[in-house]
């Protein structure tokens, strides 16, 4: 039996470790097969950590540390930052943990400060820092627009930038906003509805209204960025799968002297018509490598939301490596039929068929 020992300095980080009823201890002891014990003594209190494989303890104990340092500067620690950590560990990725400090990016109109949950989440904030442009590229979930919004609300609180700036597609505006009742404005606004509630999160109703009045914040679909300089502004592309490549490059020509433009998007989840080249997957090949332009991907552990999504991911992205392994399976079966000897069969038929 291997045993090794946890310090706890702080009296109620235990409780926040082992979590609401032991929920959270509950998952590390089955994921790493270890058993975990509260223990106190005069120098305060400290988890125990048992199990049959070292490796195994020694990976429970990094995780339990992980959340002991977690534990201070949280009021509870949810499943969902455990469930992360332990991948991260069992990945080999453990020591990253480091990275997520205590930076608060912005705090909402309630008080709730906002801060990066994941590696990927920080370095995708670190990167909208360092650089003029950032791509933002990975599924649903991962925090790429609300995120992007946080910055450019701290940007604009701090005075670095004198507006906002937020844009969408609107791929069916040809087809169905025409049957929305109102005016454009009405019409184009379902589609806007996600950025209107990160902006009301970070701001809170009334003080949005009064940016909007003001011209300081605004919202418009991607075709109104046509003709256009912007200038001390921070500019947010979101749903960037959805534009067409002549619309990805009329955007990024439109900033202008100290402004940033954060481009957010997901290639799996593209609704522009078949046979049409997503912009943001032709930007995200030939912008690779330039210099003040950053490329973040993230992935299925950096999703945010309830943890059945990043295993709707998996799924999904299972399901999509089998469609293409049978389809190269087929033209593999296409091309050694070509290639049969003329006495035999040719494209599936004898020659006497033909």
Not at 181 to 189: A, E, R, T, V, Y
Not at 229 to 245: G, K, M, R, V
Not at 278 to 305: C, M, P
Request: aromatic share 6%; hydrophobic share 35%; proline share 3%.
């Amino acid at each position: 039996m291997v045993r090794k020992i946890v310090k706890i300095e702080q009296p109620d980080a235990t409780a926040k470790i082992f979590g609401s009823f032991d929920s959270n201890a509950s998952m590390i002891e089955s994921h790493f097969g270890v058993t975990l014990r509260n223990r106190a003594d005069g120098d305060g209190d400290s988890i125990l950590v048992e199990g049959d494989d070292e490796d195994r303890v020694s990976a429970a104990v990094q995780c339990v540390a992980y959340l002991r340092e977690l534990a201070k500067k949280t009021d509870e620690i949810p499943e969902q930052s455990v469930q992360y950590a332990m991948e991260m560990i069992v990945s080999g990725q453990g020591n990253e943990l480091h990275e997520l400090g205590d930076d608060c990016i912005c705090v909402t109109a309630r008080g709730k400060p906002i801060k990066a949950k994941t590696v990927g989440q920080k370095q995708y904030v670190d990167a909208i820092r360092k650089n003029t442009v950032t791509f933002g590229v990975g599924p649903a979930g991962t925090g790429k627009t609300f995120l992007a919004v946080a910055m450019a609300v701290k940007a604009l609180r701090e005075k670095q930038v004198s507006r906002v700036i937020l844009t969408r597609p609107a791929i069916e505006a040809g087809e169905k906003l025409g049957f929305l009742p109102g005016d454009l404005q009405s019409k184009i606004d379902p589609y806007l509805r996600p950025l209107y509630d990160a902006l009301y999160e970070m701001l809170g109703v009334e003080t949005y209204q009064k940016l909007v009045e003001k011209g300081t914040i605004e919202i418009a679909p991607l075709a109104y960025m046509r003709g256009r300089t912007l200038d001390d502004s921070f500019i947010i592309l979101d749903e960037a799968q959805n534009a067409t490549p002549e619309q990805m490059k009329m955007f990024l020509t439109r900033f202008g002297f100290n402004s940033k433009a954060v481009v957010t998007g997901d290639l799996t989840q593209t609704d522009l018509g078949r046979g049409q080249k997503s912009g943001l997957s032709v930007a995200v090949k030939i912008l690779d490598g330039i210099d003040d332009i950053a490329i973040h991907q993230f992935n299925e552990r950096d999703v945010v939301r309830h943890r059945l999504v990043q295993k709707i991911i998996r799924a999904y992205e299972k399901y999509d490596r089998e469609l293409v392994r049978r389809e190269e399976e087929r033209e593999s079966k296409r091309y050694r039929a070509k290639k049969t000897p003329e006495t035999g069969e040719k494209r599936g038929r004898t020659w006497k068929e033909k």
